[in-house]
């Protein structure tokens, strides 16, 4: 497969699970995080696979961030297909204690961030894909994640906007809207709610698992399978949608 694509926030959670899929359907993978490291680390498991992987340590929050990213891409033998826009963050916190720092964090990660990257590269590929990755809270709400979910609110209204800005010129743009996820980031907000809600962790996962019809949390892989299809040719049709991994909590 003559084709690369760029994973952000590679280097655990969702977007370790993104690189191995992709390494696995042939892509070329541009891996950015900002743990070199860790990234090493990753880079490693998918050349395995017989793929060009290479990893970039940075912040995509960085100003400079889409140029550097863009040189990268530029510097890859093979043709830049796809971004995924996989890095953010989610930290819970009530209304009293949402300040303007949290906000502006949420918003900086979670939106801004992968708008300046996709302005940057959009115009490296001649055809390929977008793929946003959000959460059920780009689509409903939930208590103590107003600036979480605002935040993936703004990066799906933008999807759907570039979908239609592009959808003649062969790029297209979707989201992918997973419910909770297995990762790094879960085990935090399991602790969070056990420590506020006087549960153990037991309880605590329990109580997110019930949001899901399935009730249950959901795994890395389920959604990287997904990101993988949607950047497959099957996908051409697929363009400003938001796609849930939730067991039918959100119907939409």
């Given at each position: ?234 996908a051409q049709g697929i363009n400003g949608q938001a796609l849930t991994i939730d067991g ?5």
């Amino acid at each position: 497969m003559e084709r690369t694509v760029i994973v952000t926030g590679a280097s655990r959670g969702i977007g370790y699970a993104v690189a191995l899929e992709l390494a696995e359907a042939g892509y070329d993978i541009l891996l950015v995080a900002r743990s070199a490291s860790q990234l090493a680390a990753v880079a490693s498991a998918c050349a395995k696979k017989g793929v060009l992987a290479t990893a970039l340590a940075l912040d995509v929050t960085g100003r400079d961030a889409g140029a550097e990213i863009a040189k990268a891409a530029a510097a890859m033998p093979r043709l830049l297909w796809g971004l995924v826009n996989n890095a953010g963050m989610a930290q819970s916190a009530p209304l009293a204690q949402t300040d303007d720092e949290l906000l502006l964090k949420h918003m900086e990660l979670n939106f801004h961030a992968p708008m300046r990257l996709t302005r940057a590269l959009v115009p490296l590929m001649k055809k390929g894909r977008v793929v946003n990755v959000c959460s059920t809270a780009a689509l409903t709400g939930y208590p103590y994640v107003s600036a979480y979910a605002a935040s993936k609110h703004a990066l799906l209204g933008a999807t759907r906007s570039l979908a239609r800005e592009f959808a003649q010129k062969g790029i297209t743009f979707n989201a992918v809207c997973p419910g909770y996820v297995r990762t790094e980031m879960f085990e935090q907000t399991l602790e969070n709610i056990a420590s506020k809600a006087k549960l153990d962790k037991a309880g605590a996962q329990q109580k997110l698992a019930a949001l899901s019809p399935q009730n249950r949390v959901f795994e890395p892989g389920e959604v990287a399978k997904l990101v993988r299809f949607v950047l497959s040719d099957d996908a051409q049709g697929i363009n400003g949608q938001a796609l849930t991994i939730d067991g039918g909590e959100i119907e939409h």
